[in-house]
């Protein structure tokens, strides 16, 4: 059971770097990229992901750690309480390699946001007025992306460090054993294979490009009656500080009234007469 948590846990981190460094190489490297081979580089990253997590796993049996029961005793890991120069070496590995996945996830990420939102903005500078539609469809394409990245970093952050850092703390035992957040932070890792799918479904191109367009338009429409309720009431305010200032006197209001109300009873006759005609 624990060379397969172990496993789990390390290929699911790497697997998620190996992505983003396959992400950043296509859209930062282009040339570089497709002079490797997409899938030859893919498959290659694949395969030496799991190798390496298998192989890793592996070591508490062979004299490098060891493997142990942790409270409340119903799942086995690794000891990262252990006082041992072996178990503080592959726990410490362990969990720094962990950060430092996470860490590159993290950064790469943010380059191609950067890279998509700067492309996305001199689109919208070189094309020309005919090419509006697929501006449009370009830049929700980029802003989709932008917010699918945006969220596998985050949910993978929040599950995944906690627990790389309570490893780190004890074995270190810098702070005294707390059983219960071990086992939070082991949650929150164990939910990162449950959001993972979710977010892939929920946040993919599709789904997101349509929610940016119902989005769009409705803040068109909410615009246009915040202007038309913010322009009629700024003219009444206008209107009622005007008089109460006596800048337009009332009999003045009245009058003005009066011949708005004629001129509309003229117009209306006038309709009425063309359509008699």
Not at 64 to 71: D, F, K, M, Q, T
Not at 115 to 138: A, F, G, Q, Y
Not at 261 to 275: F, L, Q
């Amino acid at each position: 059971m624990a060379v397969m948590m172990i496993f789990a846990g390390l290929a699911t981190v790497l697997l998620v770097s190996a992505m983003a460094v396959d992400r950043a190489l296509a859209i930062l490297l282009p040339l570089t990229y497709y002079a490797i081979g997409t899938r030859t580089f893919a498959n290659s990253l694949i395969i030496g992901v799991w190798v390496f997590s298998l192989f890793f796993a592996f070591l508490p049996l062979i004299g490098l750690g060891e493997n142990v029961a942790h409270y409340p005793f119903s799942w086995c890991f690794f000891n990262y309480f252990g006082d041992k120069t072996e178990d503080k070496i592959y726990g410490f590995f362990y969990s720094f390699l962990g950060l430092g996945s996470i860490c590159l996830t993290i950064i790469l990420n943010l380059r191609v946001i950067a890279r998509l939102i700067s492309e996305s903005k001199s689109h919208v500078r070189r094309e020309s007025i005919p090419n509006r539609t697929n501006r449009r469809t370009r830049s929700n394409k980029d802003i989709s992306i932008a917010i699918f990245l945006i969220m596998i970093v985050i949910v993978f952050t929040v599950c995944w460090a906690p627990f790389m850092i309570r490893i780190i703390i004890n074995q270190s035992h810098s702070f005294p054993r707390n059983e219960k957040a071990d086992i939070l932070s082991l949650i929150l890792a164990s939910w990162n294979q449950v959001l993972d799918p979710w977010v892939y479904l929920l946040f993919r191109g599709n789904t997101l490009t349509r929610l940016i367009h119902y989005i769009k338009k409705s803040s068109i429409i909410c615009k246009t009656f915040g202007r038309f309720n913010c322009s009629s009431r700024e003219v009444g305010k206008h209107d009622a500080t005007a008089l109460q200032l006596g800048a337009i006197p009332l009999t003045s209001m009245v009058t003005e009234c009066k011949q708005r109300h004629k001129y509309n009873d003229y117009s209306e006759k006038c309709r009425s007469g063309r359509t008699s005609i």
